[in-house]
């Protein structure tokens, strides 16, 4: 099984639709987690971390299921600059190595 | 303040030559990974580095590559006689210590085309 999968899609979307991507993971000590996105070509940049919780930022919402072992980025009122491809990053602290997912493709379309 | 440098951007070489790849971390940040990018594929861990230290160098091809990050200058990933297959994009990321919540700033990467 691998660490961190995720559903590659893609995701072909309208403007303003509410889109939700699911990640899963294998290590339940796992220590923390994020969501970044990534550009065709371009590095990843940092979207937001996953607490406990749950945490919003502005139109990104992430939760985190420890008990079932995923978490999960929802985008509301989807804009065509969403379209990016979305990776999950789960840290299992053990050496402090970060495990990605494969990524998730969004397509927002006009 | 900077962000995470990589250099080059592109880099082209033939079978059977040296690549060098550099990455300078973010100011402050001690803690560097590099990870290996194919087309259309994730971000494939190679190898986590601090200052004069490999930690995990679990996802290293076991032959042909190499990589320091010394005391002074830059973190280096240096892959020897490569062949056409080592073709994919190269990314660098610097975190500030080994907490697990710290969050991992990359590079642009060396996009790497082996002729």
């Known amino acids: 099984r691998k660490e961190v999968e995720q559903d590659p899609g893609p995701f072909n979307v309208p403007e303003g639709a509410t889109v939700a991507f699911n990640c899963t993971y294998s290590?339940?000590?796992?220590?923390?987690f994020f969501w970044y996105r990534q550009d065709c070509r371009k590095e990843p940049k940092l979207l937001m971390s996953?607490?406990?919780s749950g945490n919003e930022d502005g139109r990104f919402t992430a939760q985190l299921n420890r008990a079932s072992q995923y978490i999960s980025l929802l985008i509301r009122d989807s804009k065509l600059s969403d379209s990016a491809t979305y990776l999950c990053?789960?840290?299992?602290?053990?050496?402090?190595?970060?495990?990605f997912g494969s990524g998730t493709k969004l397509n927002v379309k006009p | 303040n900077a962000g995470v440098m990589q250099n080059p951007r592109h880099l082209v070489r033939r079978r059977g030559q040296e690549a060098r790849l550099r990455c300078s971390p973010m100011?402050?940040?001690?803690?560097v990974y590099w990870y290996r990018q194919l087309p259309e594929e994730g971000l494939k861990f190679m190898v986590y580095?601090?200052?004069?230290?490999?930690?995990?160098e679990s996802g290293m091809p076991k032959e042909r590559f190499s990589a320091e990050f010394p005391k002074e200058g830059p973190s280096i990933l240096r892959i020897q006689q490569v062949v056409r297959g080592d073709s994919a994009a190269y990314f660098c990321?610097?975190?500030?210590?080994?907490?697990?919540?710290?969050?991992?700033?990359f590079g642009s990467g060396t996009q790497l085309s082996v002729l």
């Open positions: 990321a610097s975190s500030p210590s080994d907490s697990a919540n710290e969050k991992l700033f």
């Open positions: 290590n339940s000590a796992s220590q923390s």
């Open positions: 996953v607490y406990s």
């Open positions: 990053v789960v840290n299992w602290g053990h050496f402090n190595k970060f495990y």
């Open positions: 100011k402050g940040h001690s803690h």
């Open positions: 580095l601090q200052k004069e230290n490999i930690i995990d």
